[in-house]
């Protein structure tokens, strides 16, 4: 899977080029916008996979863009993630009226931004039913069970969790925060060493059915998926 494509709107420059570099740096591709209608140009052009939108721009409001993008074919199920500086609750109903489908308050943690993008994506990405294939091992979303060549390993809801998020995004190295944010979902505040216990037991059970090497510990950056 390439990566996935961002549209950062946002008028202040530190806070877009803040959030730009963030992102690039967790993987993904970023363009950015300081006003809605460069952001309507940058849609049009290159079709972002989500969009992040600050509430207040020059030109109008991100809730407005959200309204039109909401009344276009095109657009309709754009993942839009609106950026507001005011907590109220008002602030908050209106954008769900406008059809957003997560906000952040500012100021926001990277690791808070990383976790709200990555569910907003999930949910928008129709699961897929395809078996994920590496070698002899055959992960079937659909059954949620696992085989090597024939025989079939049991593993723990996390460790099955955590296999089919590593395949499904092989050959990308991710972080401990990143597999937290990522298998055990926002919100969950559990510690970074919890991943390498369940990443130990995982390469345990794989070792049983002679699969070897897979799951890769990558030095100073986290663990990667693959069969080279
Ligand atoms: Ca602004």
Redesign the pocket.
Known sequence: MSARRILVV???AA?RQMIAFNLSRAGFEVDEAEDCSTARLRIADSRPDLLLV?????DSS?LELTRTLRREEANREMPIIL?T?RAEERDKILGLDGGADDYITKPFSPRELLSRINAVLRRAAPPSDEPLIAGELRLDPVSHRVFVGEREIGLGPTEYRLLKFLMENADRVYSRTQLLDSVWGQNVYVEERTVDVHVRRLRKVLEEFQVDGYIQTVRGAGYRFSTR
């Open positions: 946002e008028d202040e806070i600050d509430w207040m721009l020059p991100g950026l500086a």
